[in-house]
């Protein structure tokens, strides 16, 4: 540090240090390794004091900021090992740097150690230390904007300094940026970012991102402290706020606050960029210290200089924070991958909180489900009601039980308990598991869940050894395993009889529309090879599931493919109105058996209807022809319905076009989200006692009412795609890819799930695509490795901490070989009866799987602003009760953040800005109802990218690095444009291609000569053979092998008229549609949690 | 001169007219006390070799309620050029067509002999003869197969322009498309539910959809036998096809649980049949031919339900009001049968099981729509197989003998009015001046449609005298009556047939006698049988037989001579002679008493009964039993069990069935073998003759005739 400290600057800050020393030296003192930084900081130093200078005067800001800013980017790696030294030597700078340092390294110690980081950082760390998964993020408007700026490191100073530095350390970042200049490339604001390099490994700090929001915040902040007077109070808090807080500038004591005092302290953030835990000091907004801020904004300008390298910031200087300065998703999605990554997970203990879904890792079942299979919002819940309310976190599993498992991993074993079925507690009739206590050695069990004794079953009985646990537990999965299947008997089977094999039944629509777009044919030539991957059982030669066809158009067509046929056989019936099935016999038939008869028909289907002109279709007939056909079958199975247009014949089920925008922002506005007829719902019930799931293609040109039409689907646990105005050159391969996957994945059939709960808690609502005829039991048609069932649960009693709370998720399904089974998923979950567990055990992303899932179908009933504000409203209510109940006490004006939610705002903020509750111009109103459904039966995973996509760097790193490249956050500012990026959400996946891209990479990747060469809106890279392109495409590859949609490549060139597309995607901006960006949205939570508390 | 049997016979050889009486009571009153009806049997077809038809359109009468045609007792002023309606009396203008005639270049229709002509009608195309296949599926493996055969051989009889069509039904019904190649293509309707003519037009693609695209006139010729062609297509396009799609048919492959009957949706099958051809081809000729092998179960028109242990309804069941569906399925055969009568078809029914079809209930198809019905007990019966090859027979001209859409108009003149009618055919509902206030049969009308008719077929028609008793006619006068019977020849032309009879009148109170010896015994059996069996369709059978008593009585009572408190005096004059024996015979026929017989096979013996021409009829209603001996050549014997003699062999012909009883003697000897002896040689043809003679009734009749052989032991 002190070598660092340029010798000039450093005195400065030395004096200034004093103060600080007590908080920085403490949490620096860890961080001094960082040596590197130095000169950078150096740099700063030196602007810095002069800033200092300035401070007492508001005014003089102005000219420093507007130097320093660009300096900070740059610093941002620099300055934070420089700072790191700092904290050592200076306070000032150490601490701002230091905290980013520390943060990191910090971070790390959380996972392990949570907090043992933050303690390296003063007052400050301290606190956190505890609460380690809290960030805090200093709301200091001022501060934000500053921070953006290398500021973090000089505001500390300031702070530590007193008063005057905090302003001046806002202007010393930014004549550190102008001296760093050659930092500022990296662009200041992204400091983060631009440190990238050497931030990267900083990052990997990250999980002490938590720990950074304290310093980071502190530096900052202390400056902006300073500035709004509020110091002593802020101090006060914030030094005790952990990280998790953001404190709101003005208000924070420079002093002890070293995150408050963050405010002014741009330096915020860096780190916040780099771990979110951080406070944003954003005087204005939140903060008394607006009026300050303000003051801030103006003088700063030299911010928006800082900004420049962003562009936005400059605009809204005054009330921005600095985006970098706030939770970053990809720090913490980074942080978690580098200490978690890498060990397994062991399922032993009880209430465990999970790796983030995003990090790779492996699952050691030892008796709890693999999160995998389940994950819970919260880990450990609440003791009593009471406690729940006060929290508002919703209780919640996310429950996918027949998730495809990576090949590392065993799939369940299955059990067989022989003719008397598996093992059961008699009285709550849950299903033998781990949990089951054995007594009266060995005679009788305890049910874990219900506490009924039970017997044991001659034949199962075991003596227990010394533990009381039988001596064969580890022989037995269901007494050692979380989960695991079981035969079932023929008890658990339909009219007690043993299932048939299921079958799959394909309905293609071969109206005027379809068969132009040359789906028809596309479909037939397909499923000729198609059928031959069939899902099947485990090691069978061959499939068991059975095959139909039907074509439609206003009348229905089947064909009759029995083997000893010469040539298929057409019934046509046109009853609509009355639907049945015409033929029994020959209409499903085994694949190998019927091949030629079935290849014949396949050829002859798009001959037939070349010439249609038929352009009537229906749908709700069509769905009960396959129902009927599977009931006439009695087989359960799944439908495959491709289908182009609203069904207007004259036929049960008919539609009118009713889409009418004028209704958004309406109260009537969910009527848009709802079945046009009640027709759609009996229909979907009907197919689900006969365990007929349907999938549905679509394949509009226009308005099908997806709304209804998904109705079938989603309440038979089928799926819905959607391709509008398909045509086969542009979307062939999308098409396809997903209809594989889908016809091969495996699906089980005529499913019933149940989920079982210790008293005290039970399911109460449940989320999904799925029917439910009573309160308990989900019944799905069809369920496969995809979807995913969000189950809330209620108190209905006390529970207490020693026993915690188990859940037993209990499906009974047919396996697609016809086989009877229960699948069986335990975990268990501690209690509390402190707030602050709860809040440390919570997982964001199920969370907002949760909640965008409640809002999604909220939407069905009440307006959708209603539905926003619902939103809000609980997330206000959820961080305000952390911070009245387990933040220290800090002032009122910081927000505080529990580290474990501390993406909770950014997120909920993309949910907000969803097309579904905030629709775009250019959203129809059938892509609405296709995403709501969508979302509907997401697992976490899928959610968390849905809402905040990836958006990856390409060109940055050495091509020669084969690693996913690091991604960053999804904002405009974050696209520089002499890169190449690439955003995913799991359903649309855009490559962004800056202006200024050099040539040499234009030419590997799109084999033309310049960016103007480059097609837009093209969908397929060339292939060529060098190394940028080969990666790219890899890249491409292996994203889409992540989702289970196929996702089609859009180019999009910068500035061309597609981008507006592509930032819709740049969820942390604000959005055309009107969605608040991130840092406003920050903002407007603040301002309500600080209601709510006051 | 010729006695009145010459008369009468020669009458029916060039008119296929024979009148109850050929001399007529001159007025209402007396023509009432005359007991039987002045009526006739027309056969409208009967087959004249002899009779070419002419080239041109008939010359009818200007006056529009007339419109009566040129015929050989029309006063005809040469030199004028006028004609004169000899039943309005109308004065009218020859055509100009006709300026050279004279009284020695005289039009065929004005001569004589030509009181019977045909004229073809040029105008219009002619539309091609539809036969639309309606296939019962759930039949035993074996006689599906028998029927596939019997299916497709009939193709190869069918003129090579001949629709065809094919429905098959049976838990479900299929309307095949045919002219499909490497798939074959069936629309399938709901063996349950009853759908209107709408409903199916729209259902197969029939009705055009309103045509919002190009409105263009010239596209809408063309595609309207495109759109037909889908489901009646020529058959010798889809020769192939449709052989090999009969040879496909399989049995219905819904199961059957034990102690069900299999599904069958006769009902909404004939109906998708009907709705097919009245969307597409209305009033042109077509057959819609039933195969059903059992009765309907499901849906509209269903006779019996699927449960084996509640049997089909009996005459029992039915006179105590138990038959639970027969009502309601009437009704709905009723109606198809109207509606394809309104359109010209005609229906079929080939019923062939050993337990009834339902025939009471779909007898009004055939009945109304001049259909055919056939009763067997399999299709894997010579009866069935070689009964069906004779629909397609055909007369010397190489045309089927078969006729459609034809409507029979009676013109009287004014001292008559037609009263009504009794056979295969529906009214018009055309009210004439001639039409009577009376009706016998179906009445109120002076045009009746016959949908199917063949050369055989014979309507007994009804008239009353209305001329006053003080009005009397001038000596000499006669009564003119004219047929005119529009048709649809096999040929596919469009034919006018005309016959145009008169007979005398004559005073009852003077020339009762002269009356008397023109009176037709056989006609009036026929007619007064037909009368009592369609009363008996809706009447108690005892009432009917009270009143066929009271009339035999009445007759009597009028033309018998006896002496009060006398029997052995009663005496009848020769042409009345024969005529109580046929009444007594009636009396116990099939067609009055249903004693031992199924509703079907009642129902099945009045559809024949009322169909036939005279000769059958009587033999219908009274036996022939021939007796074979070496005494001369066979003789009539009485239908008496005397009549059994062991060294006869005796043949008996009741129509419907033709049974050869050997004599006892007679067995033996064939048993012995003594046929196959040389010596006995005379042995050998006695046994043949009854053979060949039956064989000849066979090869003579429609249906075929079932043929038993006794041979006491």
Redesign the interface.
């Known amino acids: 540090m002190n070598v660092n400290q340029s010798a000039p600057p450093v005195p400065p800050f030395g004096q200034p240090q004093p103060v600080y020393p007590g908080y920085h030296q403490s949490s620096y003192g860890g961080q001094p390794g960082s040596t590197a930084a130095p000169t950078p900081y150096g740099a700063y130093n030196g602007p810095v004091p002069g800033y200092q200078q300035t401070p007492p005067p508001g005014v003089s800001r102005a000219p420093a900021s507007s130097g320093a800013p660009p300096a900070s980017t740059a610093q941002g790696p620099c300055g934070q090992t420089a700072y790191g030294q700092f904290g050592q030597g200076d306070v000032q700078n150490g601490p701002s740097s230091g905290v980013q340092m520390q943060r990191l390294p910090g971070s790390q110690p959380f996972a392990s150690a949570p907090l043992a980081p933050v303690v390296s950082q003063p007052a400050v760390l301290q606190p956190y230390g505890p609460p380690p998964t809290s960030a805090q993020v200093t709301a200091q408007l001022a501060g934000m904007q500053i921070s953006g700026a290398v500021a973090p490191a000089p505001p500390a100073s300031g702070l530590g300094y007193g008063s005057p530095t905090s302003l001046a350390s806002a202007s010393g970042s930014f004549p550190n940026s102008g001296l760093y200049g050659s930092y500022p490339q990296g662009q200041a604001p992204p400091l983060g970012q631009g440190h990238p390099g050497a931030q990267p490994p900083q990052r990997s700090v990250p999980p002490q991102a938590s720990s950074f929001t304290p310093p980071a915040s502190g530096g900052p902040r202390m400056p902006s402290m300073t500035g709004p007077l509020l110091p002593g109070q802020s101090f006060g808090g914030p030094p005790v706020s952990q990280p998790n807080h953001v404190s709101s500038p003005p208000p924070q004591a420079l002093p002890p606050g070293t995150q408050m005092t963050g405010p002014p302290g741009p330096p915020p953030p860096m780190h916040s960029s780099q771990q979110p835990g951080y406070q944003l000091q954003q005087n204005g907004s939140f903060g008394p210290a607006r009026g300050p801020q303000s003051n801030y904004g103006s003088p700063y300008p030299g911010a928006a200089t800082f900004g420049s390298q962003p562009g936005p910031p400059q605009p809204l200087p005054p009330k921005r924070l600095d985006p970098d300065a706030i939770p970053s998703p990809i720090q913490v999605i980074e942080d978690d991958r580098n200490n978690r990554g890498s060990e397994p997970f062991v399922t032993g203990v009880r209430g465990q909180v999970p790796p983030l879904v995003t990090t790779n890792f492996l699952v050691k079942d030892q008796g709890n489900a693999s999160p995998r299979y389940i994950r819970c919002t919260s880990y450990n819940i609440p003791c009593t009601s009471d406690m729940a309310k006060q929290a508002q976190v919703p209780l919640a599993a996310v429950i996918k039980p027949l998730a495809r498992l990576p090949p590392e991993e065993a799939s369940p074993y299955v059990v067989d308990h022989g003719e008397s079925g598996p093992l059961r507690c008699n009285r709550c009739k849950a299903y033998m598991c781990p949990f089951m206590q054995f007594v009266e050695g060995g005679r009788r069990f305890q049910c874990c869940f219900c506490s009924c004794i039970n017997d044991v079953p001659p034949q199962y009985f075991q003596h227990l050894d010394h533990t009381g646990k039988r001596v064969d537990a580890y022989d037995r999965p269901e007494l050692s395993l979380g989960s695991y299947e079981f035969l079932a008997t023929v008890d658990y089977c339909k009219n007690n009889k043993f299932p048939i094999p299921p079958a799959f039944i394909f309905m293609i629509d071969v109206s005027y529309n379809a068969v132009r777009s040359g789906l028809v044919r596309l479909l037939c030539e397909e499923l000729k090879s198609l059928l031959d991957f069939l899902p099947r059982e485990g090691g069978a030669e061959e499939s068991a599931i059975r095959v139909g066809f039907v074509t439609y158009n206003k ?1 229905l ?2 064909y009759n493919v029995k083997s000893s ?11 609509v109105g ?1 639907m ?1 099935v ?5 209409f499903l038939v085994n694949v190998s058996e019927s091949r030629a008869v079935i290849t ?2 396949l ?2 289907i798009p ?2 209807f070349a010439d249609t ?1 038929e352009t009537e279709t229906v749908f709700a007939p069509v769905v009960q022809a396959g129902m009927e056909a599977l009931k006439a079958a009695e087989c359960a199975g799944k439908l495959f319905l491709f289908h182009t247009s609203l069904p207007i014949a004259e036929a049960p089920g008919k539609l009118k076009n009713r889409d009418d925008r004028k209704l958004i922002n309406t109260d009537k506005e969910k009527t848009l989200f709802q079945p046009q007829s009640g027709a759609y719902q009996t229909l979907a019930k009907e197919c689900v006692a006969q365990g007929c799931c349907v999938d549905l293609f679509l394949f509009p040109n226009q308005y099908v009412d997806v709304a209804t039409l998904s109705v079938v689907p989603q309440l038979t646990g089928g799926s819905v795609y959607k391709y509008a105005c398909f045509q086969v050159e542009n979307d062939q391969e999308r098409f396809l890819s997903d209809l594989r996957r889908d016809v091969q994945k495996v699906v089980g059939f005529d499913a019933v799930m149940r989920v079982r709960t210790s008293t005290g808690i039970r399911a109460v609502d449940f989320f999904g695509a799925f029917y439910m005829s009573n309160t308990t039991d989900v019944e799905l048609a069809g369920l496969d490795g995809d979807k995913t069932v969000t189950v809330e649960f209620k108190h209905d009693d006390r529970l207490n901490e020693e026993n915690g709370a188990l859940l037993q998720c209990a499906l009974l399904y047919t396996s697609c070989a016809g086989q009877r089974r229960l699948r069986i998923h335990n975990l268990a979950l501690n209690c509390c009866t402190q707030l602050a567990d709860l809040y440390r055990n919570c997982e964001t992303d199920t969370l907002i799987n949760y909640m965008a899932k409640f809002a999604y179908r909220g939407v069905l009933s009440s307006p959708v602003k209603t539905v926003r504000d619902t939103l809000i409203t609980q997330c206000a209510q959820i961080l305000a009760c952390y911070r009245k109940n387990c933040a220290s006490p800090s002032s009122a004006g910081q927000l505080i953040l529990p580290e474990c939610m501390k993406l909770l705002p950014v997120y909920l903020n993309c949910v907000l800005k969803s097309e579904v509750l905030q629709p775009g111009a250019e959203v129809t109103t059938d892509d609405r109802a296709y995403v709501r459904q969508l979302v509907t039966s997401m697992d976490v995973a899928e959610t968390n990218v849905f809402f905040y996509p990836r958006l990856l760097p390409l060109t940055k790193s050495p091509i020669e690095n084969t690693t996913e490249p690091p991604a960053v956050r999804a904002s405009e500012e974050r696209l520089s444009n002499g890169d190449i990026y690439l955003l995913e959400n799991g359903l649309n996946l855009f490559l962004w291609v800056g202006a200024s891209v050099q040539q040499g990479v234009v030419q590997s990747l799109f084999g033309v000569s310049s960016f103007s060469q480059i097609t837009s809106g093209l969908s397929v890279l060339p292939v060529l053979d060098n190394l940028l392109s080969k990666k790219v495409r890899g890249l491409i590859d292996s994203l889409r092998a992540q989702r289970s949609r196929y996702m089609k490549l859009i180019v999009v060139k910068q500035e061309d008229k597609l981008e507006m597309l592509f930032k819709h995607f740049l969820v942390e901006d604000k959005s055309l549609s009107g969605g608040a960006s991130y840092v406003d949205f920050l903002c407007h939570m603040h301002k309500e949690i600080r209601q709510l508390l006051s | 001169m010729a006695t009145y049997l010459e008369f009468i016979q020669q009458n029916e050889e060039r008119d296929g007219v024979r009148f109850s009486w050929n001399v007529w009571p001159s007025s209402r009153l007396e023509a009432t006390r005359m007991v039987v009806p002045l009526a006739c049997l027309l056969t409208p077809l009967k087959e004249r070799p002899d009779l070419p038809p002419v080239q041109y359109e008939p010359v009818l009468c200007s006056r529009p309620t007339c419109k009566a045609i040129l015929n050989p007792l029309c006063q005809v002023d040469y030199r004028a050029k006028l004609w004169a309606c000899n039943f309005c009396f109308q004065r009218n203008q020859f055509p100009p067509a006709y300026a050279g005639i004279s009284e020695v270049n005289q039009p065929a229709e004005l001569m004589p002999q030509f009181s019977t002509i045909e004229y073809v009608i040029q105008r219009g195309a002619p539309s091609p003869l539809i036969f639309l296949y309606v296939v019962d599926t759930c039949l035993e493996d074996d006689d599906l197969q028998a029927l596939k055969e019997s299916l497709q051989m009939s193709l190869s009889l069918l003129p090579p322009d001949a629709l065809v069509g094919l429905i098959t039904f049976g838990r ?1 019904v ?1 309307v095949h ?1 045919l002219s ?1 190649e ?9 063996g349950t ?1 009853d ?1 209107t003519a709408k ?1 199916i037009q ?4 029939l009705t055009k959809p309103a045509m919002p ?1 190009q409105p263009m006139r010239p596209a809408q010729p063309q595609e309207r036998p495109s759109v037909s062609s889908r489901f009646l297509q020529p058959i010798h396009k889809i020769d192939m096809n449709l052989t090999d799609l009969l040879g ?1 048919l399989q049995r219905d ?3 059957v649980p034990q102690g069900k009957r299999p599904l069958r949706s006769t009902g909404v099958a004939l109906s998708i049949a009907v709705g097919l051809l009245e969307g597409t081809f209305p009033n042109t000729g077509a057959r819609i031919m039933l195969f059903t092998g059992g009765p309907p179960t499901q849906g509209p028109g269903m006779v019996v339900g699927d449960e084996l242990k509640v049997p089909i309804r009996s005459w029992h069941d039915i006179e105590k009001d138990n038959a639970r569906f027969m009502k309601k399925a009437t009704k709905h055969y009723e109606m198809l049968a109207n509606r394809t009568a309104a359109n010209g078809h005609c229906i079929d029914i080939y019923a062939c099981a050993l337990d009834q079809t339902g025939l009471l209930e779909m007898k009004c198809c055939p009945n109304l729509t001049g259909g055919y019905m056939v009763m067997g007990d399999s299709f894997n019966t010579s009866l069935f197989k070689q009964t069906f090859q004779r629909i397609f027979s055909k007369d010397f001209n190489g045309n089927f003998r078969m006729a459609f859409g034809a409507t029979l108009e009676v013109k009287t003149s004014r001292e008559l009015k037609v009263a009504g009618a009794i056979g295969p055919c529906v009214s018009l509902n055309v009210k004439g001046p001639c039409v009577s206030e009376n009706e016998l049969g179906v009445g109120g009308t002076s045009q009746w449609k016959i949908c199917g008719l063949d050369p055989t077929t014979t309507l007994g028609i009804y008239f009353e005298v209305v001329n006053q008793h003080n009005a009397p006619i001038p000596q000499g006068g006669r009564g003119a009556i004219q047929f005119v019977t529009h048709y649809q020849h096999s040929s596919t032309q469009r034919r006018i047939r005309v016959t145009t009879v008169a007979r005398n009148w004559a005073d009852v109170q003077s020339q009762l006698k002269h009356i008397e010896a023109a009176f037709d015994q056989e006609a009036a059996a026929v007619l007064m049988a037909r009368l009592g069996v369609f009363r008996a369709e809706t009447e108690e059978g005892p009432d009917v037989l009270r009143w066929l008593d009271r009339q035999l009585i009445r007759l009597c009572q009028k033309f018998g001579q006896y002496n009060k408190e006398d029997p052995m005096s009663f005496r009848l004059s020769d042409s009345f002679s024969l005529y109580p024996q046929f009444m007594f015979h009636l009396r116990r026929s099939p067609f009055l008493q249903v004693f031992n017989n199924s509703p079907d096979e009642s129902s099945y013996y009045r559809h024949h009964f009322a169909r036939q021409d005279l000769t059958q009829s009587l033999i219908m209603i009274q036996p022939i039993l021939y007796s074979y001996s070496f005494h001369g050549p066979p003789e009539p014997v009485l239908l008496d069990s005397s009549s059994i003699l062991a060294d006869r062999i005796l043949l008996m012909d009741t129509f419907f069935q033709i049974v050869i009883y050997l004599g006892e003697t007679i067995a033996q000897w064939r048993k012995a073998g003594y046929q196959d002896m040389p010596e006995y040689e005379n042995f050998k043809h006695l046994l043949q003759a009854p053979l060949d003679d039956a064989q000849e009734i066979l090869q003579a009749r429609f249906p075929m005739p079932r043929l038993d052989f006794f041979c006491p032991k």
């Open positions: 009348v067509h089947f046929l010469a040539q298929p056989q057409m019934m046509v019936v046109s009853d009355d049945f015409p033929l029994l016999d020959g014949s028909l050829d002859q001959e037939m002109r | 479900m299929q498309e499909c490497g798939i074959s293509k069936s629309y399938v309707f709901r539910k759908l409903q729209d259902m197969l693609g695209v496909e492959p819904w199961p």
